[in-house]
């Protein structure tokens, strides 16, 4: 189920950023991870812009680990855990970050999304997050809508209703990020209100396949 979030206000509640980083990479050819943009790995643009956010970084890696170093002067404490197998998928990805979390809050993104704008992400936080102090929240979870549908990245959770969704639906064999958004109470923030804050969309820009790495190096300059 899903509501209308227009623009909220109020303050941003503290939040722990989750990055999956377990995929697969297959259809990039390599390391999608690793590969340099704008001076940097690919997956340092999300990191960073998860810490401009949120009180910590948690990175979810693949049970082989990461084959890229993690910045080392991020303002938030940065953490690595893994998704417990190998390329398990977004779901268990998604829940093995909200498990490490400390916050009440979450906002989730890909690796591969180098151009995630902060005022976006704490839109959707306030959204779902509804009155300071109020654990319960406006809902379950955020989400921002393109061309009517809400998007499965980025994501503004709470964390026990998606730890608790993720296990139900992990036990069915369920692992879509579209199943855990169909059991959530979704707070979707319409185009409009977004597109005010990046009128690019680059927030939702990811990187699948080498000739992404273009449109992204221009998103992110």
């Known amino acids: 189920p899903s509501r209308d979030a227009r623009q909220p206000s109020g303050p941003t509640p503290p939040a722990s950023g989750i990055v999956l980083a377990g995929g697969r990479s297959s259809r990039f050819g390599r390391d999608k991870l690793a590969e340099p943009l704008d001076g940097r790995p690919l997956l340092h643009h999300a990191i960073r812009a998860l810490a401009s956010v949120c009180t910590e970084v948690i990175v979810v890696a693949p049970a082989g680990g990461l084959t890229v170093a993690l910045p080392a002067d991020l303002p938030v404490p940065l953490h690595v855990v893994s998704d417990g197998t190998s390329f398990s998928g977004p779901l268990l990805g998604l829940a093995a970050g909200a498990a490490a979390a400390e916050e009440w809050w979450l906002v989730v993104a890909g690796g591969d999304m180098p151009s995630l704008e902060p005022t976006v992400l704490r839109t959707m936080l306030r959204a779902v997050a509804g009155r300071p102090g109020d654990r319960n929240g406006a809902g379950q979870a955020a989400a921002l ?28 064999r369920e692992r879509s990020l579209g199943a855990l958004l169909d059991a959530l109470d979704v707070r979707v923030v319409p185009e409009d209100a977004w597109r005010r804050l990046d009128p690019d969309a680059r927030t939702l820009h990811d990187v699948d396949v080498p000739a992404d790495l273009a449109p992204a190096a221009v998103a992110v300059s």
């Not at 393109?146 to 964390?159: I, K, S, T, V």
């Not at 209703?161 to 069915?172: K, N, P, T, Y």
């Open 145 to 172: 809508e393109l061309d009517g549908a809400a998007q499965r990245l980025p994501l503004a959770l709470h964390r026990g209703a998606a730890i608790a969704a993720a296990g139900d639906l992990a036990s069915s």
